[in-house]
């Protein structure tokens, strides 16, 4: 299956400790985007990047929240000092090249903080 | 504040019957248009793209979009019961790099 993937599919962390989400995106693709979408409500663009690069970063918290692409392996979405707010499914798109082509998404991770 | 608008539904048609999902968007730049289905506690999948004024169909789907009117619909013919997801319409932001905006979704019940 040359999917988008991601690891874990369920993560539970305590308040303070950190989350690291990863995306490992479909075979040929090398635009990842994450996205997160908190329990009854809509997915809302977090951030943008190519290998070793960060194009968009506009929908990232300023704080505790950063991401990155490097040139070998998964793209990493962490998430230090995690509070409950941080609770939510965060899912990952890859495309084939950017200029609004298609996105495709994995399965998710959903974050629970307790 | 750039916006997708959509109609939360409930959509309730019965099994075989058109169903037609709409959308609105705020950004007249926008370009490039998507339609999501996603099942409840699954991640989304995409259905359907349109660029281009006009419809798209495949298969049992047809996209319309109507960039004048900023509109984007979906119908889905010969509606069965395992249509019954939430489909969500997704939006480029013009300039945002293929940043997409998504609105709320609708959630679509298709019954026996």
């Known amino acids: 299956n040359a999917g988008v993937m991601q690891n874990p599919r369920h993560l539970v962390r305590r308040r303070g400790q950190e989350a690291r989400l990863r995306c490992s995106p479909m075979k040929g693709h090398s635009h990842v985007y994450w996205y997160r979408q908190l329990p009854e409500e809509g997915l809302k663009f977090m951030v943008y990047l190519q290998k070793e690069n960060i194009i968009d970063e506009s929908g990232m918290p300023k704080e505790r929240f950063s991401a990155e692409f490097p040139k070998e392996g998964p793209s990493i979405l962490r998430i230090q000092q995690v509070v409950r707010g941080d609770s939510a499914a965060y899912f990952c798109a890859s495309s084939p090249r950017t200029e609004a082509y298609e996105q495709y998404f994995g399965p998710g991770t959903r974050l629970t903080v307790t | ?112």
Not at chain 2, 12 to 19: D, F, R
Not at chain 2, 55 to 63: C, H, L, P, Y
Not at chain 2, 88 to 102: M, P, Q, R, S, T
């Open chain 2, 1 to 112: 504040q750039k916006e997708v608008e959509q109609n939360s539904g409930p959509l309730s048609v019965p099994e075989g019957a058109i169903a037609s999902l709409n959308c609105t968007y705020s950004d007249r730049g926008s370009q490039s248009f998507f339609w999501y289905r996603q099942y409840s506690g699954k991640s989304p999948e995409l259905i359907m793209s349109i660029y281009s004024n006009g419809d798209k169909e495949d298969g049992r789907f047809t996209a319309q979009l109507n960039k004048a009117s900023q509109y984007v619909s979906l119908l889905i013919r010969d509606s069965q019961p395992s249509d019954s997801a939430t489909y969500l319409c997704a939006v480029n932001e013009a300039g945002g790099y293929n940043k997409l905006i998504f609105g709320a979704g609708t959630r679509l019940a298709v019954h026996p």
